[in-house]
T-cell receptor, first 114, second 116 residues
Framework: KNQVEQSPQSLIILEGKNCTLQ??????????LRWYKQDTGRGPVSLTI?????NTKSNGRYTATLDADTKQSSLHITASQLSDSASYIC?????????????FGAGTRLAVHP | GAGVSQSPRYKVAKRGQDVALRCDPI?????LFWYQQALGQGPEFLTY????????KSGLPSDRFFAERPEGSVSTLKIQRTQQEDSAVYLC??????????????FGQGTRLTVV
């Protein structure tokens, strides 16, 4: 069964600190892996998209890694800010039935405290 | 429009009532997805449209759920005889292409449905 699992489920850090969120997946066939940020009451917003051949991609203070052999990804947030408080969702895309089907993890809820 | 727009933002329905949720995708986007997101969970796939064709409805939880996109742009998700377990945020997403490896999916803000 195609699954995406994230850890930790929730995380509290102090402003200015770094953190790393984890994602393991069992999705086949694999097309790409995405990290989304979802603020409370909003829709998810894309942070990064990585294909099979990419093992790292950065977007400002966000850096995602992908190990396609072990089927693991991480999202590293540097110098956290209060505005980083949100849910971070790992999404794996699989081309199935002729289109990109997105399989979502349950998300990691991050709280950044002053 | 500039982004994916969903309406209403909030809907309270009495159990047994029918509801209709609207999604305006980004103009020209071929693909349109509906997702259901329970509190504290990630979105769960409901259905997929490619233009006006509903190619995948495998995620619809029961025959009370129905979606359409008659002209290949605006889509409506209809839930008949709502039940309390239907309470969730319903998200709509659209993307420009179908199978490109870097196809970006843009999400609306969602409709929060509460069934009382």
């Amino acid at each position: 069964k195609n699954q995406v699992e994230q850890s930790p489920q929730s995380l509290i850090i102090l402003e200015g600190k770094n953190c790393t969120l984890q994602c393991n997946y069992t999705v086949s066939p694999f097309s790409n892996l995405r990290w989304y940020k979802q603020d409370t009451g909003r829709g998810p917003v894309s942070l990064t998209i990585m294909t099979f051949s990419e093992n790292t991609k950065s977007n400002g203070r966000y850096t995602a890694t992908l190990d396609a052999d072990t089927k693991q990804s991480s999202l590293h947030i540097t110098a956290s800010q209060l505005s980083d408080s949100a849910s971070y969702i790992c999404v794996v895309s699989s081309i199935s039935g002729g289109y990109n089907k997105l399989i979502f993890g349950a998300g990691t809820r991050l709280a950044v405290h002053p | 429009g500039a982004g994916v727009s969903q309406s209403p933002r909030y809907k309270v329905a009495k159990r047994g009532q029918d509801v209709a949720l609207r999604c305006d995708p980004i103009s020209g986007h071929v693909s349109l997805f509906w997702y259901q997101q329970a509190l504290g969970q990630g979105p769960e796939f409901l259905t997929y449209f490619q233009n006006e064709a509903q190619l995948d409805k495998s995620g619809l939880p029961s025959d009370r759920f129905f979606a359409e996109r008659p002209e290949g742009s605006v889509s409506t998700l209809k839930i008949q005889r709502t039940q309390q377990e239907d309470s969730a945020v319903y998200l709509c997403a659209s993307s420009l292409t179908v199978t490109g490896r870097n196809t970006e999916a843009f999400f609306g803000q969602g409709t929060r449905l509460t069934v009382v």
